[in-house]
């Protein structure tokens, strides 16, 4: 298991361990762990808020899904910074310095499956297909 890593749910033998990486109060986050022990997969949460998300992993995460779909446009974090901060995320340089700098404005959850493909978001459609 990962440093730093929470044990939340009942390992199963069915299918190997998932990382959901997230912000334990977050909605979305709540119903990606709901989803999960439902469909009987084990995993470990990171809540990025109090373990921070280190630039190896972010970095991971751009190469595996890109940085525009990381950064969370509509969420409060976002709409908290000023007008100069936004405008100067242009790249994954730059989006990854203030995901860095401030975490929840990460798109949550960010789900690491064991084959190692990264999912952004709540997308249950799309999870059938990885938990087979």
Not at 29 to 44: D, F, M, N, P, Q
Not at 79 to 105: F, G
Request: proline letters at 4%; hydrophobic letters at 40%.
């Amino acid at each position: 298991m990962m440093r730093g890593m929470n044990t939340l749910a009942t390992p199963s033998s069915a299918h190997p361990q998932v990382t959901v990486f997230g912000i334990a109060n977050c909605d979305t986050v709540k119903k990606t762990r709901r989803w999960l022990t439902e469909h009987g997969i084990s995993y470990a949460f990171h809540d990025f808020k109090k373990l921070g998300v280190s630039a190896q992993q972010l970095s991971g995460w751009i190469a595996a899904v890109g940085w525009e779909p990381l950064l969370n446009r509509k969420g409060t974090t976002w709409r908290q910074l000023d007008d100069a901060s936004r405008a100067a995320v242009v790249d994954a340089s730059t989006a990854s310095a203030l995901m860095l700098a401030h975490s929840s404005v990460i798109k949550r959850p960010v789900v690491v499956w064991p084959s190692g493909q990264v999912t952004v978001g709540f997308d249950e459609s799309r999870w059938q297909g990885l938990i087979r």
